[in-house]
């Protein structure tokens, strides 16, 4: 079946620490984006990618980092610097980026101990 | 600028009520619009959308139409569900220029009761 994953479901951070997001899809989409959900915010965008070798910073980008080495793959790195991270991490792709409907992942819950 | 706005939540009903969820939009351009549905630890999956004005998008019983004289896409559905409590978001992406990201709105949170 085509989708996107993510992983893991629940991701623990302890003070200092960098963590990184796995997300994968096998829907053979150009574009991929990664989102922050806080209760009340609704989606953020922290960043995007069109194309492999490629990526844009989002809205809320401090704190983060990504790499598209691979079509299928666009980790997120949550950094020491994000000094708020307590999230739910949505991963989503679309065809090619053209504003066109965007397909989600199950999302990653990150806790800080 | 472009945005999204939504009508506040928690909106709680009877299984059998009649939905209405109020989305409105301000953008420049001819947007396409979307109502995505969440339910309760996961993902966002795509519900209806709509790409030009007078469009109907409909899934599930769920019905919106994109009315351009009033900037609105407004989510209905006849009889809701249990299975129908969720979080529904409303978007908007432009068909033009670089900025080719969705638009979001804060989301409305939906409670059937049996």
């Known amino acids: 079946d085509g989708g996107i994953t993510q992983s893991p479901k629940y991701l623990f951070r302890k003070e200092g620490q960098n963590v990184t997001l796995s997300c994968e899809q096998n829907l053979n989409h150009d574009a991929m984006y990664w989102y922050r959900q806080d209760p009340g915010q609704g989606l953020r965008l922290i960043y995007y990618?069109?194309?492999?070798?490629?990526?844009q910073k989002g809205d809320i980008a401090e704190g983060y980092s990504v790499s598209r080495e691979k079509k299928e793959s666009f980790p997120l790195t949550v950094t020491s610097a994000q000094k708020n991270p307590t999230a739910f991490y949505l991963c989503?792709?679309?065809?090619?980026?053209?504003?066109?409907?965007?397909?989600f992942g199950p999302g990653t819950r990150l806790l800080v101990l | 600028g472009n945005s999204v706005t939504q009508m506040e939540g928690p909106v709680t009903l009877s299984e059998e009520a009649f939905l209405t969820i109020n989305c409105t939009y301000t953008?420049?351009?001819?947007?396409?619009l979307f109502w995505y549905v969440q339910y309760p630890g996961e993902g966002l999956q795509l519900l209806l959308k709509a790409t030009k004005a007078d469009d109907k998008g409909s899934n599930k019983g769920f019905e919106a139409t994109y009315r351009k004289e009033t900037t609105s896409f407004h989510l209905e559905k006849g009889s809701v569900q249990v299975s129908d409590s969720a979080v529904y978001f409303c978007a908007l992406s432009l068909s033009a220029g670089n900025n080719r990201k969705l638009i979001w709105g804060l989301g409305t949170s939906l409670a059937v009761n049996p």
């Open positions: 989503a792709s679309s065809i090619t980026g053209s504003g066109e409907t965007q397909y």
């Open positions: 953008a420049t351009g001819y947007p396409s």
């Open positions: 990618s069109q194309i492999v070798n490629d990526f």
